[in-house]
């Protein structure tokens, strides 16, 4: 298994773009896209739970060359709370119902766009994981706690962007 890599974020950002799919990048490939040092096996993506946004994820992922069976794209189309997708060109986990995530419109207002990627903010990111009580996420707070406080005091020595 592959780790995770830059190109495929940027397949992802813009085959969900081309098909209007509403999504954040979660996880550890969303703590690696805000520049957090680690690696990760897969992508994570937090796809909002809306009329027509599993329908177009599926669009998508079959573009990008995942083999997806009935019963993986009847679970993408109804929202299941995870879809693990080892069937393409690289690992994904699509995840309707983060731990420690209560909606996604809360976690939308929170995101930080880093180069056309919607990324979950670094605290959503931090409490899913912590919510999940996986022992391997147990591992890596610490760190990730770690880069939250360098990253917020990075963002305010940052000059206000134009709009």
């Given at each position: 298994?592959a780790?995770?890599?830059?190109?495929?974020?940027?397949?992802?950002r813009?085959a969900?773009?081309?098909?209007?799919?509403?999504?954040?990048?979660?996880g550890?490939s969303?703590?690696?896209?805000?520049?957090f040092?680690d690696?990760?096996?897969?992508?994570?993506?937090?796809?909002?739970?809306a009329?027509?946004n599993?329908?177009?994820?599926?669009?998508?992922?079959?573009?990008?060359?995942?083999d997806?069976s009935?019963?993986?794209s009847?679970?993408l189309?109804?929202?299941?709370?995870?879809?693990q997708l080892k069937?393409?060109p690289?690992d994904?986990?699509?995840?309707?119902?983060?731990?420690g995530?209560?909606r996604?419109?809360?976690?939308?207002?929170?995101?930080?766009?880093?180069?056309?990627?919607?990324?979950?903010?670094?605290?959503?990111?931090?409490?899913?994981?912590?919510?999940?009580?996986?022992?391997k996420?147990a591992l890596t707070l610490?760190?990730l706690?770690?880069f939250?406080?360098?990253?917020?005091?990075?963002q305010?020595?940052r000059p206000p962007?134009d709009?």
């Amino acid at each position: 298994m592959a780790a995770f890599e830059y190109r495929q974020a940027e397949e992802i950002r813009d085959a969900f773009a081309r098909h209007g799919v509403r999504y954040l990048f979660i996880g550890n490939s969303g703590a690696l896209l805000l520049g957090f040092p680690d690696t990760t096996q897969d992508a994570d993506v937090y796809l909002a739970k809306a009329s027509g946004n599993g329908q177009a994820a599926v669009a998508a992922l079959r573009e990008l060359g995942f083999d997806l069976s009935p019963e993986r794209s009847a679970n993408l189309e109804r929202g299941k709370a995870l879809v693990q997708l080892k069937c393409g060109p690289f690992d994904l986990d699509i995840v309707f119902a983060p731990d420690g995530i209560e909606r996604f419109e809360d976690a939308w207002s929170r995101h930080v766009d880093v180069e056309g990627f919607p990324v979950c903010h670094i605290n959503d990111i931090i409490a899913s994981k912590a919510a999940a009580h996986r022992a391997k996420d147990a591992l890596t707070l610490p760190r990730l706690r770690e880069f939250r406080d360098y990253w917020v005091a990075e963002q305010r020595r940052r000059p206000p962007q134009d709009l």
